[in-house]
């Protein structure tokens, strides 16, 4: 199978192939046919698997055949906004980045325009790429519709609608924003959607905004790489950092990604593993996007040995050849575990996937399996066995989905109560 064989035209396939693409991928397979010939798509792929490809090239390739709309008229019209063609929406700025170098690759030798917009930076550059006659827009929710707001872009002509990681975008509480940009497009639009899970929340938006889509599967949803070798340690919290500091030591690893559940926390462990030698550096949302990129830049450079991440940080990172994701804490939600493994065994290498488990958390490891339908693997190590007469509280956020749950009642009975003065 090759690109040509998709359907590409040739200016596409050797520019791919002098990237060093080759063959494409199964996602790129299945994608790339029904995207040419017309379709929507909803595609549940993970990270690694080349949906990047999968979803530009097919739109570079629509974009150059079909004649723009008559987009000089509206142009040319009164209160004139630069129009794009093709949006494509991602959950995070690193994301957005990597996406809009892999487009700006990928298009060279066309004559189409991109344009790259994400928080944390001036609307500035942004804006003057945008009017520089921008095709294709890629960018985060929130800083779209900043834009959108002010009038830099108008997305009533948009035709080509991508959603890269849906799932991350719904996670990090997107969806209000994502219908407000919708409401914004007036064409008849192809769209794109991408997924490495489809909780009920997901295939709804799906559902929403997708029109007979042709559905790929490329692995199983919920399903990890099976180039991925898990372990689960059990061991005691106060112990974990201690644990954590002698792994990478004694077994001698390199570049090993490490989560923690809050942003504190990142923080608080690169420090002490400093501390122990281990150089380190943490990466989350309360940073700049320049300290960000260059803690990324510096661990993928192999300047320091660790990054410690929050799984809002990390999501969508490309970072290639990484052979050990650390779960320094079990992740609340079972979805994130498959995400945060994504991160290792890319384009079939094998990578570890090594959890550290206190007594509390043992609920999140048993959600994980049972999402995973397949049970773990456990070792003791030695030294480092629990104490199992400390049997802290568990940590489950119990109480919080309490409140929420009560806070919706509490909402509801406001609601109902207001319908009912109107009447
Ligand atoms: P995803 O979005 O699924 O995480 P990317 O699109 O970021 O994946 O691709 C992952 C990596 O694989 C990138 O470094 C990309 O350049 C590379 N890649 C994508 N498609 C191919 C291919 N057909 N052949 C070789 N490498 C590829
Ligand atoms: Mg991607």
Known sequence: MSFQALGLHSQLVDTVTALGFQTPTPVQQQAIPEALAGHDIMAGAQTGTGKTAAFALPVLQRLLDTPE????????????????????????????????DSIAAYSAQTTIKTAVAYGGTSMKAQVSA???????????????????????????????????????????????????????MKTARQTLFFSATFSKQVKKLAYDILDEPKLIEVTPS??????????????????KRELLSYLIGSRNWQQVLVFTKTKQGTDELAKELGLDGIKAVSINGDKSQGARQRALNDFKEGKVRVLVATDVAARGL???????????????????????????????????????????????????????????????LEGYEPDPTIKPPENRPRGRSAEKRKAKAKHKIHKNRGRHVRK
């Open 69 to 100: 709309k008559d987009l000089k008229a509206i142009a040319e019209s009164a209160n004139a906004k630069p129009q794009i063609r093709a949006l494509v929406l991602t959950p995070t700025r690193e994301l957005a980045q990597q996406v809009f």
């Open 130 to 184: 945008i009017r520089a006659g921008a095709d294709i827009l890629v960018a985060t929710p929130g800083r779209l519709l900043d834009h959108a707001y002010v009038g830099t872009v108008d997305l009533a002509n948009v035709e080509f609608l991508v959603l890269d990681e849906a799932d991350r975008m719904l996670d990090m509480g997107f969806i209000d924003d994502i219908k407000r940009i919708m409401k914004r």
């Open 222 to 239: 919920n399903s990890t790489a099976v180039t991925v070798e898990q372990m689960v340690y059990p061991v005691d919290k106060h112990r």
């Open 318 to 380: 490309d970072i290639e050849q990484l052979e050990y994701v650390v779960n320094f804490d079990m992740p609340f939600k079972a979805e994130d575990y498959v995400h945060r493994i994504g991160r290792t065994g890319r384009a079939g290498q094998t990578g570890h996937a090594i959890s550290l488990m206190s007594l509390d958390e043992e609920w999140a490891l048993k959600a994980i399996e049972d999402l995973l339908d397949t049970r773990l693997p456990q070792q003791w």
